[in-house]
């Protein structure tokens, strides 16, 4: 199969470009023949030398993706500059707020995971729907679709990531308008590189690199797939925690021991 996003006029643009998954789909993208990528972040220093390594088809932008008016500013911008947003992967993310955490891990886990998203989708669905063609991808992760036993804050905003692309995905599919959502496991990156041998993600089970992560979203982009599992095991997780959610609470009650046990040798 050819590979999507991939003809010398496509453009994409990548948010959380600058690092990990974010970067390493950038590159996988342009390796694959996409006519320029975007690469945006709200660290602009690090969106810049991304894009240096990255070649000349890679353009580095400022962004934060919590600011709608810089969302809207720069789609906006792109299109002027480069023609339509083929492909836009909404990317960005944050890992805050242990526990329950606190209000402040709140607000800037639902305006990274949730209101920066709809700032995308606002910005672009009129667009893509004018066209009849354009593609929107969220990164959510395992923990969307499951749990987080770490951090509440990042658990519930990435359901909330979850259930807006599937809405993306009802409401906008027949407008010619793709919806993905991707959902990885442990990767091994930046956010991932304080997690000890005992951390929920490393129990759930093995860390891919983000350049596995960039090959599973492309492979689910050229079968057209809503879902990215490069953990496909999450898909029976999933499963499990769908056909019986009081046995899968009490699995996840085990685990949140172990770790605690873990954490804690002595008792
Ligand atoms: N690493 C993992 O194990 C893992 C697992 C599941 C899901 N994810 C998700 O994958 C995505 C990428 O994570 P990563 O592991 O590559 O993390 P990372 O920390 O390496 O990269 C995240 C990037 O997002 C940028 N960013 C954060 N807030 C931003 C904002 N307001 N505006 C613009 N850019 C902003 C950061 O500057 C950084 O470059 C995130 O959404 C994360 O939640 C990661």
Not at 74 to 102: F, K, M, Q
Not at 122 to 149: C, D, K, V, Y
Not at 222 to 228: H, S
Request: aromatic fraction near 4%; hydrophobic fraction near 40%.
């Amino acid at each position: 199969m050819a590979q999507p996003f991939s003809t010398p006029d496509t453009t994409i643009v990548v948010t959380g470009g600058a690092r990990g998954i974010g970067r390493a789909m950038a590159d996988r993208f342009l390796r694959g023949g996409a006519a320029r990528v975007v690469v945006a972040d709200r660290d602009a220093d690090q969106a810049q030398s991304a894009a240096d390594e990255l070649g000349e088809r890679a353009h580095p932008m400022a962004l934060d993706v919590t600011d709608e008016a810089a969302v809207a500013a720069a789609v906006a911008r792109v299109e002027e500059e480069h023609g339509p947003i083929d492909l836009w992967c909404s990317n960005a993310g944050v890992g805050a707020g242990a526990d329950l955490g606190d209000d402040d891990s709140w607000d800037v886990s639902w305006r990274v995971h949730v209101l920066a998203h709809v700032y995308a989708a606002r910005a672009l669905a009129p667009r893509m729907a004018e066209r009849g063609r354009g593609h929107i991808l969220l990164t959510s992760s395992a923990a969307g679709l499951l749990s987080n036993l770490s951090s509440a804050p990042y658990s519930v905003t990435k359901h909330g990531t979850v259930a807006l692309a599937e809405w993306l995905a009802i409401r906008h599919g027949d407008e010619g308008i793709g919806v993905s959502c991707l959902c990885p496991q442990g990767v091994n990156t930046a956010m991932t590189a304080g997690d000890g041998k005992a951390s929920g993600t490393r129990l759930g089970g093995a860390y891919l690199e983000p350049e596995d992560v960039a090959d599973s979203v492309v492979e689910a982009l050229g079968e057209g797939r809503f879902l990215v599992l490069p953990h496909p095991e999450v898909a029976t997780y999933e499963l499990r925690r769908a056909e019986d959610r009081d046995r899968w609470i009490g699995g996840m009650r085990r685990a949140w021991s172990k770790i605690r046990s873990a954490a804690s040798p002595q008792g």
